[in-house]
């Protein structure tokens, strides 16, 4: 049996009890229970949703979903929201399934699906509302209002978004920026500990506008 006290007779820490647990009956390493434990917790620290958790309650996720810091999810509706396949959602973007502007008045909330299409990019703060359906390999500017159906490969951006040009465009404009502007590989990321002679070095060549990064 497991014992929820030390030698001492005390109450172990919570921790601790995780991992015992966790190895006794599943043979987990201590090392990877406290990993995904502290995952939990700093998220939940960071305000981010529990994907485990909306999933168990009817949200749909396909695979490689990229979320990035402080996104909203509408936890009180995750059932009617659907996510497919290697779409990401950069910081703070917030997804709504529900709208009770129209409680006071009417007595009801009004709500609706919300579908993300595969291949999408959500950009940074930007508020996908009730009701709203993003195609498949779409761009959503940053700081966007979604309000209306966005069609597959479309770029929209602004408040309320309004259609800007189809993906394909958007990629080509961008092939030729690139081919005129500063390109960077991964060595000049803080996640490869950029130096900071090349921080410098990026100022530069970035006097003139815009570069690339990989």
Request: include cysteine.
């Amino acid at each position: 049996m497991i014992s929820l006290r030390d030698s001492a007779g005390e109450f172990e820490p919570a921790f601790v009890l995780i991992t015992d647990i966790a190895y006794r009956c599943f043979r987990l390493p201590a090392w990877r229970v406290m990993f995904s434990f502290l995952k939990k917790i700093m998220r939940r620290i960071r305000g981010e949703p529990d994907i485990e958790l909306l999933v168990r309650n009817g949200m749909a996720v396909g695979v490689n979903l990229h979320m990035q810091d402080h996104c909203r999810i509408d936890i009180s509706f995750c059932w009617l929201i659907s996510i497919g396949n290697n779409v990401t959602l950069a910081p703070n973007v917030s997804i709504i399934a529900h709208d009770t502007s129209t409680k006071r008045h009417l007595g009801y909330t009004k709500i609706g699906l919300v579908s993300i299409g595969d291949n999408t990019f959500v950009g940074q703060d930007a508020t996908i509302l009730p009701g709203v359906r993003i195609g498949r390999n779409c761009i959503i500017g940053a700081g966007s209002v979604v309000n209306r159906d966005v069609p597959d490969n479309s770029v929209f951006a602004g408040n309320p978004a309004r259609f800007l040009c189809s993906t394909e465009t958007f990629v080509s404009r961008n092939k030729e920026l690139m081919a005129n502007h500063p390109v960077f590989d991964f060595s000049w990321t803080t996640q490869s500990g950029v130096s900071e002679e090349k921080k410098h070095v990026m100022i530069e060549r970035l006097q003139d506008g815009i570069g690339f990064i990989e």
